[in-house]
């Protein structure tokens, strides 16, 4: 019995050849056809009238399934099941969560792409196609581009397909028989299920001997063996010939606006205290101020320090009329940046109760010299 006609194929030596033989084909009247090319042909899809895949939907369901699932993961694990503040920034800080979303949704977008394209749009498992025993696989896997003439619902007169293909330029035409490729069955699945498992186990004992016999072998140890500096270390890299740099100039800490005045006079015009004058504002003035500046400037602000004969300094009095004048801003680059005997003080109050104690110090000064409507 004579093997049944998958179809008659013919080559063409360029893509512009086999757009061109397409339409002419279907003048003839013959519609099922398909074509075999060694790189993707622009505008191939809409000649043979094949309808756009639905891969790509796919693709993009399951892809952003995949980044919604790992953001909500993100957001559980971060949020609800082991919050942990870090650098203080926020629980749920989700511009930290894009890389593995983008991970999770190129992982989802990838398997779904090849198991759909694979097992749903392209029936598999079948491990072979009639036109891969074809004379004409050779040369259509280098640089030929091959049609083919399939039979539709009433057959296939192969004379007359072959005298279609001749006329529009085709060469190397040949008859391509069906091949039935068994792929059911439970001893099929069985075999196929234990080849890969042999495969799996084999793949995995043979890298855990790699890397147990060739342990130095780049990049198996690149991980384990990562490089690195030690506080104070010295390093050769650098000019300086240490590890640890200075930030570059101008480098601003997080969450620190630096002084731009040069002096105070400046600092009281462009500075302005940010604060209200609430309760809790004053209570965290009075606490940074008693553990300062009360030392040198008294609890009251009087400037009769605590200390012994031996400071000689002459502290301010916050009491005085030259103080009550200054603006917040004058008061607030003096703590910051230091004047005459005292030191700056920017680097160990942070500028919010900088602005809290001048709050503070401006209650102690209203308190020692209330107006009358304040004591009515």
């Not at 990838?110 to 050779?138: C, E, Q, W």
């Not at 080849?195 to 990049?219: K, S």
């Not at 198996?220 to 010295?234: G, S, T």
């Not at 603006?327 to 005292?342: E, P, Q």
Request: with cysteine; proline share 7%; charged share 20%.
């Amino acid at each position: 019995m004579p093997e049944a006609l998958f179809g008659v194929l013919a080559l063409f030596p360029s893509a512009d050849a086999l757009l061109k033989a397409i339409p002419e084909v279907k003048k003839r009247g013959f519609t099922n056809l398909e074509a075999y090319t060694p790189y993707a042909v622009h505008g191939i899809d809409e000649a043979l009238d094949i309808p756009k895949s639905k891969l790509g939907v796919l693709v993009f369901i399951l892809g952003s399934l995949g980044a919604v699932s790992m953001f909500l993961f993100e957001w559980w694990t971060s949020t609800v099941s082991y919050p942990l503040l870090t650098a203080g920034k926020a629980y749920n800080g989700w511009p930290a969560w894009v890389p593995p979303m983008l991970e999770a949704t190129i992982f989802a977008g990838t398997f779904t792409a090849a198991l759909g394209m694979l097992f749903v749009f392209n029936r598999l498992p079948f491990f072979g196609h009639p036109v891969l025993r074809s004379k004409a696989i050779d040369e259509i896997t280098r640089d030929r581009f091959a049609l083919m003439i399939r039979p539709d619902d009433g057959g296939l007169d192969a004379a007359a397909a072959i005298a279609a293909l001749e006329a529009v330029g085709g060469g190397a035409i040949e008859s391509v028989p069906e091949r039935h490729f068994k792929k059911t069955g439970l001893a099929w699945w069985a075999k196929t299920v234990v080849q890969i498992g042999v495969a799996c186990v084999v793949a995995g004992f043979g890298t855990a001997w790699l890397i147990r016999t060739f342990p130095t072998v780049r990049p198996m140890v690149e991980m384990e063996n990562q490089p690195r500096l030690d506080a104070q270390e010295p390093d050769t890299f650098f000019a300086s010939g240490r590890g640890m740099q200075l930030p570059p100039v101008g480098t601003v800490p997080r969450a620190f606006m630096p002084i731009l005045a040069k002096n105070a006079d400046q600092g009281g015009k462009d500075l302005v205290n940010p604060l209200p004058v609430t309760a809790p504002v004053l209570e965290r003035g009075r606490q940074q101020f008693d553990i300062h500046c009360a030392v040198c400037h008294d609890r009251l602000g009087t400037g009769k320090a605590w200390l012994d004969s031996t400071y000689q300094a002459q502290p301010a009095n916050l009491q005085s009329t030259t103080i009550r004048q200054a603006t917040d801003g004058f008061l607030y680059w003096v703590i910051s940046k230091g004047f005459a005997t005292m030191p700056a003080y920017a680097a160990d109050i942070s500028p919010h109760d900088r602005w809290a104690i001048i709050r503070y110090v401006r209650a102690l000064q209203r308190s020692q010299d209330a107006p009358a409507r304040d004591v009515k």
